[in-house]
């Protein structure tokens, strides 16, 4: 890609916002929370103020940032953080977030754009997140000679840098000061085109995220009340397939309860799992005293916030996503807790979903029967239940030490000064 094609690109995608955002609500907030942006970050962002700048694609990739962003508010505290997001699915969920001060859409690429951005935040020190690659950006931050890092990168043989066609994208990578990437795989790409003296295996921060909350562990009284002493499936991050799927199994006659966390919270999709499970119950039922949280066997949470905790509770981990593309949710989350992980099979292009396979803490199904059965097998063989919650465990445990490791070169390379 030259170029004028990026530029080309970078005009497309604006027009095609503009015309998603008559029907599509996630387009029209993408515009709306543009509109203005340089005046509101002028008015935010105090000249004299020690900046680091974090950005994130979406919410997944600020799950990756957020265990670095905040051992760099504690080691470094005179230094303030902006947290930008490219998508709806990030902001809208992150933008109260308390770790940073300030959160805000990032402006549209561009030369104007990027060198007025920077022109307001004035960062000392820039990290992006995993992926997301903005010509403008980059060059325009590698020409001010500020530090500019990408952590929990994941590289893949067929994506653009690799390519003939792909002089600019690599242009891009070689604006890094340094690339924290997640496995060997992804090192020996980027050692072929000739970034090796600048690039790292750290890991994936991830980890040290899931990590940090089970370690954080905070109860959930009314979870406990509705469990009592069955055992109980928890099932995060559905989708209508997964749901689908969970409803042909008998939890009555299997003496287990199923809660399940719907990656969509809304009215419609709400009422949709009820028709699936005529006789379950809300979680905002509960709350209010309305139903009793033994009576039932199936518990749907109809709010945000619960899912990395409820996971402790489980016997038995599905993890949603896997029954279509683009694949399987977070399993870390689930594993962490030392639990069989189950999943769909859509799940080839997640490596820690592979490895959690390969080492026995995680299952992958085909459909009803199958996931029937592998339910089964866990409830009746404790020999086979106790291999899994071990292994999905240890997973988990022996990646941890990204984050140190990234915290480390800024220290050590003294990219910020207290």
């Known amino acids: 890609m030259s170029v004028l094609f990026y ?23 993408w515009l709306k929370g543009r509109k203005k942006i340089f005046e509101r970050l002028q008015k935010s962002i105090p000249r004299d103020a020690q900046i680091i700048w974090v950005h994130c694609a979406s919410l997944g990739e600020f799950e990756q940032g957020r265990p670095v962003i905040e051992k760099l508010k504690n080691l470094f505290p005179d230094y303030k953080v902006l947290l930008t997001f490219f998508s709806p699915s990030g902001y809208e969920v992150r933008k109260d977030y308390s770790g940073a001060d300030w959160v805000f859409y990032l402006p549209m690429d561009g030369p104007g754009n990027a060198k007025r951005f920077l022109e307001i935040v004035h960062p000392s020190l820039v990290i992006f997140v995993k ?45 890094f000061d340094h690339l924290f990437v997640q496995n060997e795989a992804s090192k020996k790409l980027l050692d072929n085109i000739g970034l090796s003296a600048f690039s790292s295996i750290s890991g994936d921060t991830r980890f040290d995220r899931v990590i940090e909350i089970a370690e954080q562990f905070e109860p959930i009284p009314l979870i406990e009340k509705f469990i009592g002493d069955d055992k109980c499936i928890i099932a995060g991050s559905t989708w209508k397939e997964d749901e689908t799927v969970l409803a042909q199994i008998d939890y009555t006659e299997k003496k ?10 809304n009215d419609s999709n709400l009422t949709d799992i009820k028709k699936l499970f005529p006789s379950s119950i809300r979680y905002s039922e509960i709350k209010s005293g309305s139903c009793h ?4 066997n199936v518990l749907i949470i109809d709010c945000i916030g619960l899912l990395s905790r409820l996971y402790k509770y489980a ?25 069989p992980v189950l999943f769909g099979p859509e799940y080839h292009k997640y490596r820690e979903a592979e490895e959690l396979i390969e080492c ?16 089964d097998q866990l409830l009746t063989d404790h020999n086979e239940y106790t291999h899994s919650s071990i292994a999905s465990g240890k997973y988990v445990a022996g990646k941890k030490g990204a984050t140190e490791k990234i915290i480390e070169y ?9």
């Open 7 to 29: 530029n080309i690109f970078l005009l497309l995608y604006k027009i095609a916002a503009r015309g998603a955002a008559l029907f599509k609500p996630k387009a029209e907030k």
């Open 131 to 175: 992926y997301e690659f903005w010509y403008y950006y980059l060059k325009k931050i590698k020409y001010r000679k500020i530090p500019l890092l990408l952590i929990s990168a994941l590289f893949r043989k067929d994506a653009a840098f690799f390519k003939m066609h792909g002089k600019l994208h690599r242009k891009m990578l070689s604006r």
């Open 256 to 265: 287990i309860k199923l809660i399940i966390v719907p990656h969509e919270v």
């Open 293 to 296: 949280p033994k009576t039932e």
């Open 315 to 339: 016997y038995i981990t599905y993890v949603g996503g896997g029954m279509k593309l683009p694949g399987v949710h977070n399993v870390l989350e689930a594993a962490v807790y030392e639990k």
């Open 360 to 375: 026995g803490g995680g299952y992958s199904f085909t459909g009803t029967k199958s996931l029937q059965n592998k339910i």
């Open 410 to 418: 800024i220290q050590e390379n003294r990219l910020l000064i207290n």
